[in-house]
């Protein structure tokens, strides 16, 4: 293996390096990936498909179910590259919500869909999904509109105000 490429578990059969342009072969199914880039260019069926989604990549998300337990989300871009050909979902469950206090979070207080949040991928999850994490200071809900609709302003780790209204909603706030 080269010293610039990095092993995945991953079950595709085979993927092109975008360095070199060159096959590189499935072995016991793992997946050559540049880790410079965070990308790999997989070869399946004749299509091409960017697999940008790795584990300790920041992403941001959209919001689009809360439940007690988790967070739903639709996953926009990783890093700067905007994923908008494939629809990727990711979850956030309750105890990557926050590093501390795990057992005093409460879903409900952190988030509300249609949040814009930043987030790391925590493991590659289920089929459907990725798993998420918000665990850390700089991630968590970097936009959020008030009920009056207004986009509301940070104004600390756990609170965002709509200038309009000054009403005062709790979230997860990103550190900037």
């Known amino acids: 293996m080269s010293s610039h490429l990095r092993a995945l578990q991953c079950p595709i059969a085979a993927?092109?390096?975008?360095?070199?342009?060159?096959?590189?072969?499935?072995?016991?199914?793992?997946?050559?990936?540049?880790?410079t880039t965070?990308?790999?260019?997989?070869?399946?069926?004749?299509?091409r498909m960017i697999g940008l989604l790795v584990v300790e990549a920041y992403t941001a998300l959209q919001v689009t179910k809360i439940t007690p337990r988790l967070v739903a989300t639709d996953i926009l871009c990783v890093g700067n590259q905007?994923?908008?050909?494939?629809?990727?979902t990711g979850i956030i469950r309750l105890e990557d919500v926050?590093?501390?206090e795990i057992d005093k979070v409460q879903i409900a207080s952190c988030f509300r869909p249609g949040?814009?949040?930043?987030a790391e991928v925590v493991s590659l999850g289920t089929s459907r999904d990725y798993y998420l994490s918000t665990a850390q200071n700089h991630l968590g809900v970097v936009y959020a509109k008030s009920l009056a609709g207004v986009p509301m302003v940070p104004i600390s780790?756990?609170?965002?105000?709509?200038?309009?209204?000054?009403a005062v909603e709790k979230?997860?706030?990103a550190k900037a």
Do not use: H, Y
């Open 82 to 88: 905007p994923l908008s050909d494939e629809k990727f």
């Open 115 to 118: 949040d814009v949040v930043k």
């Open 38 to 47: 965070g990308i790999c260019s997989l070869n399946l069926t004749g299509q």
């Open 171 to 173: 979230r997860k706030v």
């Open 157 to 166: 780790w756990q609170e965002m105000q709509c200038p309009q209204t000054k």
């Open 98 to 100: 926050r590093a501390a």
């Open 15 to 35: 993927c092109r390096c975008l360095s070199c342009g060159k096959n590189k072969q499935k072995v016991k199914d793992i997946l050559w990936w540049l880790p």
